[in-house]
């Protein structure tokens, strides 16, 4: 079989040739790479990228082909490394392949040729030129591939191989633009590095700028590192910033020398040049950002460094937030896998989110699959600080990962795996099908790709999980040497000068610090020297920053390097992966840092994979006349590690955390400081978000009394923080429950009650609602709670059209002139003199004396209330007069926030349809209904996804012939601790009438609490 390459005759027509594989020789593979018509791939002359095939992850199209050509100076090679492949396989590569060529097309030597799946070996050019072509046939198609590109500096002791630029290229093959010379970024923040940095180059450079974030905004920058060499004018090496987008605009500064560590621009634009007549620098790193806040210089007299005046705050971020596997917010296009079970997309990456309910529950490998692998893409460098995994959700695969690696894409080594206590971790996975196993990182590493491949499974890979960290825009916050929050007593040195702490000691090795002496000195006879910051709690460091002496003595550190302290108290140092050219295997090494080369400049270095400590240590290596320094820190807070269920006690109040999938309960026993007084508990912090709505496994649990054998008060879940809870007597036992299935949170404080800044009756609404004289059935009844009676629901009222007999909706009084029911019962007729409101009714077929008829005044719908949608489905309606209240009409309480839990049983009621085949109901009907949380109420099975967070659901998930959810408008009656009942829910909406996996919707009336108090407030 030959191999069929198009190639452009003229620009009008293309011819095939073919070339057998065997013969693919420098001369025979220059042929093919004439200049073809491409529908991807072109030239990059970037230090690192990527490249995918066409429409990757998906199936590339037929009859492609596709050519990249990598042009990188002269002392550099190209590597390339495959991180996902999967082609049409055949003998040979006959059909659809990717080749590698060393050199530019015009002259290239073949290198591999690759097809099929798996994993391939990275390749490396000898030249600092490499092109890729990639082509497919008319037929089978598969996912693609995906490589990334680097630049590897030669090796000197050898003479390098470059591609020679005669006259036989075409001028249109060569550029002389270097890699990230210019152009018009424009994004709220973003990273720019000068051509050929970090390493010396002596090209001649003269780059423009035109830095933007988004209007309305100030941009401001800084430089992370910034190396030039120049001469005393600034004329043969700088950089030239203006505040604009334009060349013209306002001069902001030129730097050749140093820069100010932040530079502000009063406007969403800043022009920015770089000129370079190849002096051999380094060069510089930059980051924008946007509304960056100044960052100024302390000023102090002499002796110790005191503490700014007021509070300073410690960096108030922390880095442990899910990044979005779960939530979506992390795309289907972001996560990628080596296969899909049987080939089926629906089985792919896509579906690997933790807690994924939606069929099939998870991801899951092709069963031949024997190097599984899944695969998450951040947008930009994310602090990885946990992972988080469950296996398949569903019961019929009983699929799960046990144990596998996690591999990360560092900038310059490529692929590492990830390591702890500087051996690779090999991570517990799950041993069934629905635990949350979730691990918190000793060592983060900062990425934009990370790759979990499996070791060990049950049946076959299936696999849900979660990312957690942040950003790393969002850890670079100053921890507080220069503006004094890190105190005097947490520096330590290992000498001074002229043994002299308290004139040169560590206290003085603050960035910025102007005042005599300016800087930490250590003692001339210190052969090893280091600066120590104690942060007292861990913190994850991204980012270092020194400064020389600050006085007139030249002397500065010129290099050095870092360790730090784990959780076991060993001191480790701080390293950084390396890639070795002649294995291409990953060692790590100790990093050193370049430092000074003046007593003012800040060279600050982002660190490429991050410290988790409370101590940190600076070693100076080579120094300038004296170890001289001043220096800063920047991150945010770490997540702390999980050591089984946290519970707290700190006075009168307590906490507690758990961590999967330790399993450990909490009790407490509270008690009033009096005798007879009562206690009040209350609740500031509430996540049971992920636990069952029956809450079986995970609660807290309330009793009424100082045992475990106390009364009941309550078992509490979900998402919102239930009522304070009061004691009938003097103390409250509290039992904090945990499966070791899924992380719970709670915070609770309590204090003698009644509690006067507390006004429990008042927040309820009407004084005396929520209770009622016939709680009981009449007597001519014969206590038959099976029956419905007069009185039962004393508050629960009719609307109906003036002149019409028919009820139209139902309601609540929740004080005698106001009525609280549903906007979509005035769709159609929303006058107030329309409407008439029946109160003291029970049969609606017979007048027994107690009704009160009071007419509409006014009607209130929430302005928000959207009928495509149901939300905000709630109204009031304000009467002409006050009812009287009696013992067959009463008010209803209402509720306060977090009162409705999933798991509580409430009340539906009203005369609309008893069931679907049985329409009449004349006596007031009313049911016994158990809240369902909105995740169980948008299954697919049920109401996918319309039901929105100010709505709850209530009823049963098979349904039934006698369950109807009562009438619209009228309310969810629940009752709280106290006996009471409150107005839980409005009757919104629903499918049917007692079927299965179709719920009752009510509006969550705790939402609009306020919107209810400010009508009531004034017209009580």
């Not at 069934?432 to 990425?447: A, G, N, S, W, Y």
């Not at 921890?479 to 040169?504: C, I, M, T, Y």
């Amino acid at each position: 079989m030959s191999l069929s390459f198009p190639f452009v005759l003229n620009s009008c027509s293309v011819s095939m040739m073919k070339v057998h594989p065997k013969n693919l020789t420098r001369q025979s593979v220059s042929m093919l790479l004439l200049p073809v018509f491409l529908v991807c791939g072109g030239t990059f002359t970037k230090m690192a990228g990527s490249m995918r095939s066409p429409d990757y992850p998906e199936d590339y199209p037929e009859s492609v082909t596709c050519q990249w050509v990598i042009k990188l100076p002269v002392q550099y090679k190209v590597r390339l490394e495959f991180t996902d492949f999967l082609l049409e396989n055949s003998e040979g590569c006959r059909f659809d392949f990717v080749l590698v060529m060393d050199g530019l097309p015009s002259s290239p030597t073949p290198v591999g040729k690759f097809c099929g799946n798996g994993s391939k070996d990275a390749v490396e050019s000898k030249s600092n030129f490499l092109t890729v072509l990639f082509k497919s046939d008319s037929s089978m198609t598969k996912k693609g591939f995906e490589a990334y590109w680097s630049a590897i500096p030669v090796d000197f002791t050898e003479k390098p191989t470059s591609v020679s630029t005669s006259s036989k290229v075409p001028s249109n093959e060569i550029t002389t633009l270097p890699p990230q010379c210019g152009g018009n970024p424009k994004k709220p923040s973003g990273d720019l590095f000068s051509p050929y940095y970090p390493n010396p180059s002596f090209e001649p450079v003269d780059c423009q700028w035109v830095l933007s974030v988004y209007e309305g905004n100030n941009i401001s920058i800084g430089f992370n590192e910034f190396d030039l060499n120049s001469d005393e004018n600034c004329s043969t090496e700088y950089v030239e910033l203006r505040d604009g987008g334009l060349e013209s605009s306002k001069l902001l500064g030129r730097y050749c020398k140093s820069a100010p560590m932040i530079i502000y621009g009063s406007q969403n634009k800043m022009w920015m040049r770089y000129h370079s007549d190849g002096t051999g620098s380094r060069g510089f790193e930059v980051t924008w950002i946007t509304m960056a806040q100044a960052i100024k210089p302390m000023e102090h007299s002499e002796g110790s460094v005191p503490s700014l005046i007021g509070p300073v705050p410690y960096p108030s971020k922390k880095c442990g937030d899910a990044l979005g596997v779960e939530s979506g917010e992390i795309k289907d296009a972001q996560l990628s896998a080596s296969s899909s079970w049987r080939g089926i997309r629906a089985f792919g990456a896509q579906q690997a989110r933790l807690n994924n309910q939606q069929w099939p529950q998870g991801w899951s490998a092709d069963v031949r699959d024997k190097n599984p692998w899944l695969k998450i893409s951040l947008d930009v460098d994310h602090v990885i600080t946990g992972i988080a995994t469950q296996g398949h959700g569903s019961l019929v695969f009983s699929e799960r990962v046990e144990s596998y690696f996690v591999v990360w894409l560092d900038i310059r080594a490529g692929k590492v795996h990830y390591r702890e206590d500087g051996k690779i971790k090999i991570f517990v996975g799950n041993s069934d099908h629905d635990t949350v196993v979730r691990h918190v990182l000793k060592e983060p590493f900062i990425t934009k790709q990370l790759t979990i491949r499996p070791i060990t499974w049950k049946e076959n890979v299936g696999l849900r999980m979660e990312l957690y960290g942040c950003k790393l825009d969002n850890c670079q916050e100053p921890l507080g040497l220069e503006n004094g929050n890190v105190k005097d007593g947490q520096l330590a040195a290992s000498s001074a000068w002229s043994n002299d702490p308290k004139k040169f000691g560590a206290q003085r090795a603050r960035l910025n610090l102007n005042r005599w002496p300016s800087g930490w000195t250590a003692n001339a006879k210190d052969l090893s020297p280091w600066l120590q910051v104690n942060l007292n709690d861990p913190f994850i460091v991204t980012r270092v920053a020194t400064q020389g002496y600050g006085g007139a003595s030249d002397q500065w550190v010129e290099s050095y390097r870092m360790s730090w302290k784990n959780g076991e108290g060993i001191w480790r140092n701080y390293s950084i992966p390396h890639r070795r050219l002649s294995t291409s295997k990953v060692q790590w090494k100790t990093k050193i840092f370049h430092g000074n080369k003046d007593r003012t400049s800040v060279v600050s270095h982002t660190l490429g994979k991050a410290i988790k400590s409370s101590t940190i240590r600076i070693w100076p290596l080579r120094k300038h006349n004296f170890v001289s320094l001043r220096a800063e820190l920047y991150g945010c807070l770490a997540e702390p590690s999980p050591s089984g269920t946290n519970c707290t006690r700190n006075g009168h109040r307590m906490s507690g955390e758990s961590n999967p999938p330790y399993k450990m309960d909490c009790q407490w026993n509270v008690t009033s400081s009096t005798d007879k007084g009562a206690v009040i508990l209350k609740f500031t912090t509430f996540d049971f978000s992920r636990s069952d709505p029956s809450c079986i496994k995970d609660y807290l649990e309330v009793r009424n009394g100082p045992t475990e054998d106390a009364p009941l008060i309550g078992k509490f879940c979900g998402s919102k923080a239930p009522s304070p809870v009061q004691s009938s007597g003097s103390s409250l036992w509290v039992r904090y429950v945990v499966s070791g299935n899924i992380q719970t949170k709670v915070g609770m404080a309590y204090h003698d009650g009644p509690d006067k800044e507390y006004k429990l009756e008042n927040e309820k609404g009407y004084k005396g609602c929520g209770t009622r004289e016939h709680a009981t059935p009449h007597s001519h009844l014969g206590g038959d709670t099976s029956k419905q009676w007069s009185g039962q629901w004393p508050w629960h009222v009719s609307l109906s059209l003036i002149g019409q007999s028919m009820q139209q909706c139902s309601g609540a009084l929740i004080a005698p002139r106001w009525v609280l029911t549903a906007a979509h019962c005035f769709r159609r007729f929303k006058q107030p003199s329309q409407w008439v409101i029946r109160a003291g009714e029970f049969d609606l077929a017979v007048n027994e004396g107690c009704e009160q008829n009071v007419r509409a005044q006014s009607i209130h719908i929430h302005s928000q209330y959207k009928t495509e949608t149901n939300e905000n489905d709630i109204a009031l309606v304000y009467l002409e007069k006050s009812v009287e209240i009696n013992d067959k009409v009463s008010v209803l309480c209402l509720p306060h926030q977090g009162s409705v839990q999933p798991g509580a049983s409430c009340v539906v009621a009203g005369w609309g349809f008893a069931s679907n085949f049985h329409r009449s109901s004349t006596p007031l009907r009313s049911h016994t209904v158990p809240v369902v949380s909105r995740q169980t109420c948008n299954k697919v099975s049920s109401y996918a996804g319309l039901v929105k967070e100010k709505m709850i659901c209530a009823g049963f998930e098979e349904g039934g012939d006698d369950r109807c959810y009562g009438d619209g408008g009228g309310p969810l009656m629940c009752k709280d601790f106290q006996g009471k009942w409150f107005v839980g829910g409005i009757n919104s909406w629903g499918q049917g009438c007692g079927l299965r996996g179709k719920y009752g919707v009510f509006t969550l009336t705790e939402s609009f609490r306020d919107w209810i108090d400010r009508y009531l407030r004034d017209n009580y």
